[in-house]
């Protein structure tokens, strides 16, 4: 870490330490617990000689002071702090030894022409072409009519952890909401790296449970599962979400397929209707 890293990168990186070492015992990673304990979790010289590093450099590390490390040294920190592949990389991100990826908000229109006859042949199944922060730049019949009718939304609002956060038509489609409000912040954190983005600032002025989740620092990178969703016009629908990355530009193909027979009626129900609609 150096001093090209931003105070705010430094703040997070010391929070995102923080919470880790708390969630830990001295009993979960075979140590005595000794004394009485001021706070939750480990001590930092516990952390530090776990990692097998000195106690005033881990100290810094966590205090976000502009010391050097290194991608061995960093993932001996991760190893004591029992992260997983996601909390490393995102560590790594915040102590400036991997930049941050991209997160185009805009699309191109030469994007737009290839992908969106892909998006339509993929009707009656719900799809949508979406950045990393869930800002949505393209999508389908079938997924502009499962949610809120996105053509009456303007292109900047188009973004479904805004939407999820703030509108409760939109939040009330899934049944299990406030598990999918903590895996799509957990999601991006992951993404936003250290800075965040606007996206990011907006929803933390704006809904104090996203300002919530976000302080917990939690990241998850991707978590396959079924959604429930509750639409008006079919009724309960069962969806597998499934993305695919579109490396060159930093976007994400997400389909919505269905989990059940009962589903996947639906979803040809709610093509017709939408059909109807659009003529």
Known sequence: MTDTISPNARRELGDFLRTRRERLSPGSVGLPATGRRRTPGLRREEVAVLA???????????????????????????????????ETQHLRRLAGVRTPL????VCDPALLTVFQPVLDKLDPYPACLQTRLFDVVAYNSAYRHLFP?????????????????????????????????????????????????????????????????????????????VKRLESPLVGLLQLNFVSTDVTETGHRLMVMTPDDEETSRRLEELSGLAASVVS
Do not use: K
Not at 159 to 185: E, L, S
């Open 149 to 225: 009718d996105m053509d009456l939304i303007p292109f900047a609002e188009r973004n479904c952890a805004v939407q999820f956060f703030t509108d409760p038509h939109w939040r009330g489609r899934y049944v299990d909401d406030d598990i999918v409000a903590t895996r799509m912040v957990a999601r991006m954190r992951a993404a936003a790296g250290a800075d965040g983005s606007s996206v990011v600032g907006r929803l933390l002025e704006q809904s104090d449970e996203f300002a919530r989740l976000w302080s917990r620092h939690d990241v998850l990178l991707r978590h396959y599962e």
């Open 52 to 86: 097998g590093v000195g106690v005033t450099w881990y100290t810094w590390l966590e205090q976000g002071r502009p010391i050097n490390v290194s991608t061995q040294v960093l993932r001996a920190v991760g190893r004591a702090l029992q992260l997983d592949e996601v």
């Open 102 to 105: 991209t997160d185009p908000v």
